[in-house]
């Protein structure tokens, strides 16, 4: 049963060192939990679940971790609440976008780091932040194509700079 929840963890996660980790919290949470356990249902998906559900946890402290480390790297926006100037339905389609994409458009078109700058900061290639903010910018203009018809390009409501 070790080795496909091992398996599982290890094609979720990417990295074997922390599939193991999260298999092992999984075990110990289930061994734990053993006598909340229903008899009728079948202890290899119990466990699968708990081990799942320690995976989701990881990646989810590991975004946070990732992001901690953006600020550390890249100090403090001086302007208090920046978001403040940006409307409403955008911020909500900002938060809708993966993490990855939504760092490097905020860290661009709020705060006004260079592409090189965010590279260095989150450990990136340039190319690959460049890609991330056109992918980024293409869903927010789709998203927000019905909310503001007046007008097809949405990059003026985005306060969005040409990429260097």
């Known amino acids: 049963m070790y080795p496909r929840i091992f398996r599982t963890l290890a094609t979720l996660l990417g990295d074997s060192a922390a599939a193991e980790d999260c298999a092992q919290d999984a075990f110990l949470k289930a061994f734990r939990a053993w006598p909340k356990w229903k008899a009728g249902g079948a202890p290899e998906a119990w466990i699968h679940r708990i081990a799942l559900n320690t995976a989701f946890s990881f990646m989810r402290k590991r975004r946070l971790?990732?992001?901690?480390?953006?600020?550390?790297?890249?100090?403090?926006?001086?302007?208090?609440?920046?978001?403040?100037?940006i409307g409403g339905e955008v911020i909500e389609?900002?938060?809708?976008?993966?993490?990855?994409?939504?760092?490097?458009?905020?860290?661009?078109?709020?705060?006004?780091?260079?592409?090189?700058?965010?590279?260095?900061?989150?450990?990136?290639?340039?190319?690959?932040?460049?890609?991330?903010?056109?992918?980024?910018?293409?869903?927010?203009?789709?998203?927000?194509?019905?909310s503001f018809p007046e007008s097809s390009d949405t990059s003026a409501t985005l306060r969005v700079s040409p990429v260097e």
Request: hydrophobic residues 35%; charged residues 30%.
């Open 65 to 85: 971790r990732e992001v901690g480390e953006l600020i550390r790297r890249l100090g403090r926006p001086v302007d208090p609440d920046p978001t403040e100037r």
């Open 93 to 146: 389609q900002i938060r809708r976008l993966p993490a990855k994409q939504a760092a490097v458009l905020v860290l661009r078109h709020v705060h006004g780091y260079t592409n090189r700058e965010i590279a260095g900061a989150i450990g990136e290639p340039e190319s690959t932040v460049a890609t991330r903010l056109m992918t980024a910018k293409r869903t927010l203009r789709a998203r927000l194509a019905n």
